[in-house]
């Protein structure tokens, strides 16, 4: 049964969720884990969000993460597969309730989808007036579309993309300095 979609204020105990859940990835993925970021509107410091940890995997081999799938279902967490997206793996974690509390994205290194995550987040962080117009734009389409997941989603891509871009641009010139 779909959930009425909701944002809530921030809350520190996100970036805890984070690193509890980190520290796990680490162990589960081993050898395999180049490195682990907080990223989504969680990762954002003071907007509104869904309270669902989104953590973004870096690794040298996807073939080496496919082998340690066992692990993650043992650890709740339910595997996807790419899921829509070329050389990602996907996996999602819902708590007691069913309720959706942890999304993990796992890309190889240098990866286009590595880079537009951080760069996105980086490029909101650093700029907490458009953080704050994305916070509003999400807390005004929550109520607006229900528990219709696609609406809201749809609602924040023409956003989402057109910072992107900018982000990108901002991402790379923060690296070459």
């Given at each position: ?41 969680t ?11 989104d ?61 537009r ?32 997941i696609?609406?809201?989603m ?19 010139s923060?690296?070459?300095?």
């Open positions: 049964m779909p959930i009425e979609i909701v944002v809530l204020p921030p809350d520190p105990k996100w970036s805890d969720d984070f690193a509890r859940e980190a520290a796990a990835l680490r162990e589960t993925f081993g050898d395999a884990l180049i490195d682990v970021h907080h990223i989504g509107s990762s954002i410091p003071n907007i509104y969000a869904k309270p669902i940890i953590i973004l995997v870096e690794t040298s081999d996807l073939n080496a993460i496919d082998l340690k799938t066992q692990g993650m279902t043992m650890r709740g967490y339910e595997a996807m597969g790419e899921f829509g997206l070329p050389g990602r793996r996907y996996f999602r974690r819902d708590n007691d309730q069913g309720v959706r509390t942890h999304h993990v994205h796992v890309f190889e290194r240098g990866s286009d989808s590595v880079e995550h951080l760069a996105f987040r980086d490029y909101l962080t650093a700029h907490p007036d458009l953080a704050q117009l994305y916070s509003a734009m999400k807390r005004e389409l929550a109520p607006l579309c229900g528990n219709d696609e609406k809201y749809d609602g924040k891509d023409p956003f989402i993309k057109k910072t992107e871009i900018i982000a990108l641009k901002w991402y790379h923060t690296k070459a300095k």
